[in-house]
């Protein structure tokens, strides 16, 4: 595999996930009924995909009458379906914003990009938190710059 710069290094492993992605949602798209194009798609149709991608799925979701909901460590197997997780459509939808302008869409058109598509995934993320008792926080992002160059951690400063 070539990279997408055609300098013919290997393509990394975030670029040919990409690939994959991009090309499992066309062809989604073709066999949409009816069809649909990328120019044709917008935030609902994204949300469609994520939905149909849960049947594939390998993370437990407790639905709210299980006895584990909201059970981070249930002590057996239950019923509940398997769903995609959070992180994973997150990733995806990251992975395919990227190859949705790489691919010629107008930035401003990227479906992938849409409020409605947004709120999904936040959605999803609080629903999986509560039924698998898995709380989501915000990574702390590290500052660049302004920190200590020794790494030492500490800065003498109160």
Same mark, same amino acid.
């Given at each position: 595999?070539?990279?997408?710069?055609?300098?013919?290094?290997?393509?990394? !492993?975030?670029?040919?996930?990409?690939?994959? @992605? %991009?090309?499992? +949602? #066309? #062809?989604? /798209?073709?066999?949409?009924? *009816?069809?649909?194009?990328?120019?044709?798609?917008?935030?609902?149709?994204?949300?469609? +995909? /994520? &939905?149909?991608?849960? #049947? +594939?799925?390998?993370?437990?979701?407790?639905? /709210?009458?299980?006895?584990? +909901?909201?059970?981070?460590?249930? =002590?057996?197997?239950?019923?509940? *379906?398997?769903?995609?997780? %959070?992180?994973?459509?997150?990733?995806?939808?990251?992975? /395919?914003?990227?190859?949705? @302008?790489?691919?010629?869409?107008?930035?401003?058109?990227?479906?992938?990009?849409?409020? =409605?598509?947004?709120?999904?995934?936040?959605?999803? !993320? #609080? $629903?999986?938190?509560?039924?698998?008792?898995? =709380?989501? @926080? &915000?990574?702390?992002?590290?500052?660049?710059?302004?920190? @200590?160059?020794?790494?030492?951690?500490? $800065?003498?400063?109160?």
């Amino acid at each position: 595999m070539d990279s997408p710069s055609g300098d013919g290094a290997p393509a990394s !492993r975030y670029e040919s996930q990409k690939r994959r @992605d %991009w090309h499992t +949602f #066309q #062809q989604y /798209l073709r066999s949409h009924e *009816p069809p649909l194009t990328v120019a044709s798609c917008n935030g609902e149709h994204v949300i469609e +995909f /994520l &939905k149909y991608l849960d #049947q +594939f799925g390998k993370t437990k979701v407790h639905v /709210l009458g299980c006895p584990y +909901f909201g059970d981070p460590n249930p =002590p057996a197997s239950c019923p509940c *379906p398997l769903k995609q997780a %959070w992180g994973s459509l997150d990733a995806l939808i990251g992975r /395919l914003r990227a190859a949705y @302008d790489e691919n010629g869409g107008p930035q401003e058109d990227n479906p992938f990009g849409e409020k =409605p598509v947004r709120i999904y995934l936040k959605e999803v !993320r #609080q $629903s999986q938190a509560v039924a698998r008792g898995v =709380p989501y @926080d &915000k990574k702390k992002r590290k500052r660049r710059g302004g920190g @200590d160059a020794g790494g030492s951690g500490s $800065s003498g400063v109160s």
